[in-house]
């Protein structure tokens, strides 16, 4: 067996030293993967990672496909794992990064207000001097000329402007960023102006005030932000734990496959009062569950509808006849799986016993795969509505089938008659037949009620 590459069998010189030798293997394969393997070491498995002799090839394909499975599974868990954890870092990730993108702006608004408070002279002398030109009718793009003219010039208000967005009735001012403090730092002094937006129908003050506003705003989306991405997180490493210990939960071995019941590839339920009912999913399926499945003590139902297929009540108790509540179920599903499931029409269903249906088609006639004959009087059941449902089949363990015992009981019967009828003939005259005496005519009685439970 290989992992990352093959293995070769080769003999061993002792059961005590192959099972040493197979051992040291196992532990050397620990934390690889099984890939494939081989008989012989052939030349093109050089280029594998790892390879791992055994004594025998079935020792190697006993290891390759007892671990195989497991080793697949882990590595698939391995890589959900990773797959959660990078999600809750992505999260983080984007969440810390519109926090920071807030936390700038607001920065950015704080340093516009006060710049524009430092340039309070030269923010009003521009925006009084576009004002102005505006007023007088000037064409905009006459007035962007003018303003280039009066930068070349050397007119430090013109100088000032660097450019106009009119359209939305705005201007952007290159304001000096030396603030106090600075005016003897070189580096301050060498620090570019900073481009700010103002509002031609403001003032200075009113723009500075909007920056301010603008950056309450800021800080308080960033709180909000915060507060949101505090719970946006919880909910997501909560759910990134759940999925990790449910991955670390689960099976990392191969699951064994349960045997399917015989019934099962038939369509089946099991009734309310615990009978097991089948029915042919096809004609070769009806066929098959009345040659094959169908027995004295059970029951044939069937409609008189297209599509409705042959179903049988398997009656696991002799002694007693299939209650009313099983017929109608078993009616009901029958005609559910006919034609009258899409016509919607509400019919009846009928049954009859064991020895009213043959195979036997009268003189001349012919019986097609799946169809049977019917003779004798047909028990017809109330009309039932077209409903059906569906169920979870499980397995009870041990110690919990006494715990529901008696869930699916016969409606309508009564355990406490029979068991009355029952010491009624254990206490009658024996009839001496043989010379049999009371206590061998009450066990024998005994015995044959134990035998139809």
């Not at 521009?126 to 930068?151: F, H, K, P, S």
């Not at 730092?185 to 723009?207: C, G, I, M």
């Not at 029915?279 to 003590?297: P, T």
């Not at 006639?365 to 039932?384: A, C, I």
């Amino acid at each position: 067996s290989s992992k990352q590459g093959a293995a070769k069998g080769a003999a061993g010189a002792g059961d005590g030293q192959q099972q040493q030798q197979q051992q040291q293997q196992t532990e050397r394969g620990a934390g690889l993967v099984y890939q494939d393997y081989n008989p012989l070491r052939l030349s093109q498995l050089s280029r594998a990672k790892e390879l791992l002799d055994f004594p025998s090839f079935d020792d190697a394909l006993d290891e390759f496909y007892s671990k195989i499975q497991g080793q697949r599974v882990q590595v698939a868990k391995l890589e959900a794992e990773r797959s959660a954890l990078s999600r809750l870092d992505r999260i983080k990730a984007d969440q810390g990064a519109r926090a920071t993108a807030l936390e700038k702006e607001a920065a950015a608004s704080e340093l516009r207000a006060n710049l524009i408070e430092y340039n309070l002279d030269a923010v009003d002398a521009a925006l009084d001097a576009v004002n102005a030109a505006i007023a007088t009718g000037m064409d905009w793009r006459e007035l962007e000329a003018l303003i280039r003219e009066e930068r070349r010039a050397g007119n430090p208000v013109a100088g000032g402007i660097h450019s106009l967005q009119l359209d939305q009735n705005k201007i952007t001012l290159l304001l000096s960023n030396l603030l106090d403090g600075e005016e003897e730092d070189e580096a301050a002094l060498t620090r570019p102006a900073t481009k700010v937006q103002v509002d031609l129908a403001l003032s200075a003050y009113s723009n500075a005030a909007a920056h301010h506003a603008a950056r309450k705003r800021q800080m308080a989306k960033q709180e909000k932000t915060l507060a949101a991405h505090t719970e946006a997180l919880k909910a997501a490493e909560k759910k990134a734990a759940l999925q990790l210990a449910n991955l670390r939960n689960s099976a990392t071995t191969a699951q064994v496959v349960r045997k399917a019941a015989w019934f099962e590839r038939f369509h089946w339920f099991i009734s309310s009062e615990n009978y097991l009912v089948i029915s042919g999913r096809d004609a070769q399926q009806n066929e098959l569950i009345v040659k094959r499945y169908f027995r004295k003590e059970d029951v044939y139902v069937h409609a008189e509808l297209h599509g409705a297929s042959s179903t049988i009540i398997r009656n696991h108790d002799p002694s007693r006849p299939v209650p009313p509540l099983t017929l109608q179920q078993a009616g009901c599903a029958c005609v559910c799986r006919s034609r009258a499931w899409d016509s919607k029409v509400v019919t009846s269903a009928w049954w009859v016993h064991h020895h009213q249906v043959s195979k036997t088609a009268p003189t001349g006639e012919y019986l097609p795969t799946g169809s049977f004959m019917v003779r004798g009087k047909k028990n017809f059941l109330p009309p039932q509505g077209l409903v059906m449902g569906f169920g979870f089949m499980f397995k009870l363990e041990e110690s919990c089938i006494g715990h529901h015992a008696g869930e699916r009981a016969v409606r309508g019967y009564d355990e406490d008659d029979e068991e009355e009828q029952q010491q009624q003939q254990q206490q009658q005259p024996p009839q001496g037949v043989g010379g049999r005496g009371p206590s061998e005519a009450a066990s024998e009685a005994s015995a044959a009620a134990e035998d139809g439970d």
